[in-house]
């Protein structure tokens, strides 16, 4: 039902999505998006006088070689985006998963790729893992000393070292953010004008502003940006539309800017529990600013562009919460989607 996540990156992952210095919007430091091309290879023709080789045996590698590999991340089961770490703290990264294959993972290892390292080893072994099954693997880490946002880049390689798309991605990543814990008090989102949005489990509610007009803005630029590129304009789905709105007002009262909910819900739960039956999706996410600073944050940024100009959705619904005495301010989400 779902084939891939943006995780800031969930698609996404993705994706925001995501130094040395804090981004306004808290998804993406600036280390470059890296991705991995295979360089061409060429086989030269034999001389005419050589004889032709044996052809070899079948084998196990022959049979990989006609496997399509294909992996989506799940889930950040610890240290989702933006995690606040205290300088020189050990922590552990866990993903999850998804082998999208078609043949078994066997052999295979996720390795570090670019940006910043934080004491990560060159690679870890990925467990066994059958066609359709999820997997978690972990990789120890450590922050650096001093205040500031930190992305570091990994790549899935499979047995013989080749790295496997993440979704429409080369590479997924861990984010923190070395310094202070913020003190925050949960709350359940409740619109000024309507009733309340329940994704946090607290007693205490929060009063958040929305603005139709500026989740048009942000509809309007993410269609126009499509157009340029020559690709259709995406339809605004009502379902979509709930879910990215729940999203910006849970990260809104709860001074949060992630793709996990504060209830712990992935976007692929949300989408799903207003009604949307994916096939593939992507989310976007943003704190701070008018619509235009966070589309102009988002196009240059790979992993946002990216998502905007994805060929494997059809539709969006975009969110937009505001809160005054929360770290950011205004939290922008965007849902992408096809059925």
Not at 152 to 178: A, M, P, R, T
Not at 313 to 327: C, I, R
Request: one cysteine or more.
């Amino acid at each position: 039902m779902r084939a891939f996540v943006l995780i800031s990156f969930f698609t996404i992952l993705t994706l925001t999505s995501c130094s040395v210095s804090i981004s306004p919007n808290g998804i993406s430091p600036t280390p470059p998006f890296a991705t991995s091309t295979l360089p061409a290879t060429s086989t030269p023709f034999p001389h005419e006088d050589t004889p032709s080789p044996t052809a070899p045996t079948p084998t196990m590698n022959a049979t990989l070689a006609a496997c399509k590999e294909r992996a989506i991340v799940v889930q950040d089961v610890t240290i989702p985006d933006n995690t606040y770490v205290a300088p020189g703290t050990a922590f552990t990264k866990t993903w999850r998963f998804k082998n999208t294959s078609t043949c078994a993972w066997m052999g295979y290892t996720i390795a570090f790729a670019s940006g910043d390292r934080m004491g990560a080893p060159d690679s870890v072994p990925v467990p066994t893992t059958a066609s359709g099954a999820t997997v978690d693997v972990s990789v120890p880490l450590t922050a650096p000393a001093a205040y500031n946002a930190y992305a570091g880049y990994f790549v899935l390689d499979d047995q013989n070292g080749k790295s496997v798309s993440i979704g429409i991605y080369q590479n997924f990543w861990v984010k923190i953010v070395v310094g202070n814990v913020p003190s925050v008090t949960p709350g359940t989102a409740v619109p000024l004008s309507s009733t309340p949005v329940s994704q946090a489990n607290s007693s205490t509610s929060c009063k958040y502003t929305s603005s139709a007009s500026y989740v048009s803005q942000i509809e309007s630029l993410i269609n126009t940006a499509r157009t340029q590129a020559s690709l259709s304009k995406l339809s605004i789905n009502s379902q979509l539309t709930a879910a990215a709105q729940g999203h910006s007002a849970d990260m809104a009262c709860n001074s949060l800017l992630s793709h996990t909910g504060s209830d712990g819900s992935t976007i692929d739960q949300r989408i799903v529990a207003a009604g949307y039956n994916p096939v593939n999706y992507l989310e976007i996410i943003y704190g701070s600013g008018t619509p235009q600073e966070a589309f102009n944050w988002w196009m240059n940024d790979q992993v946002h562009h990216d998502a905007i100009i994805n060929t494997g959705v059809t539709e969006m619904g975009g969110g937009y919460a505001y809160v005054a005495s929360s770290t950011y301010g205004s939290y922008y989400t965007v849902d992408f989607g096809s059925e």
